[in-house]
């Protein structure tokens, strides 16, 4: 099994910056890209950022392009977002993920939670 445990979650004003941590743990063999998804109230879970293995390739949802930043350890198992610029609409259970064999995201972690106030 694969454990993922996110940090960093909290309250932050508007245009204030936060930084998600996520380390995994256990049979991390054969898994692939990291991410981070987010869930607001009454919403579906969306994806935010992903990184690949190596860390060098990222990619981002438009919403968040430009403020979001993703990285990972090169060639380990933990993963950051970093925050900036942050909006009202950022607000939401953030879940950290990370891609098994099947080059899908398979393995979620528990959400940390992040309340922008205007």
């Known amino acids: 099994q694969v454990q993922l445990v996110e940090s960093g979650g909290g309250l932050v004003q508007a245009g204030g910056s936060l930084r998600l941590s996520c380390a995994a743990s256990g049979r991390t063999s054969s898994t692939y890209d990291m991410g981070w998804f987010r869930q607001a109230p009454g919403e579906e879970r969306e994806f935010v950022a992903g990184?690949?293995?190596?860390?060098?390739?990222?990619y981002y949802a438009d919403s968040v392009k430009g403020r979001f930043t993703i990285s990972r350890d090169s060639g380990k198992y933990s993963v950051y977002l970093q925050m900036n610029n942050l909006k009202p609409e950022d607000t939401a259970i953030y879940y950290c993920?990370?891609?098994?064999?099947?080059?899908?995201?398979?393995?979620w972690g528990q959400g940390t939670q992040v309340t922008v106030s205007s």
């Open positions: 990184v690949s293995w190596s860390g060098g390739s990222n």
């Open positions: 993920a990370l891609q098994g064999a099947t080059r899908r995201y398979d393995y």
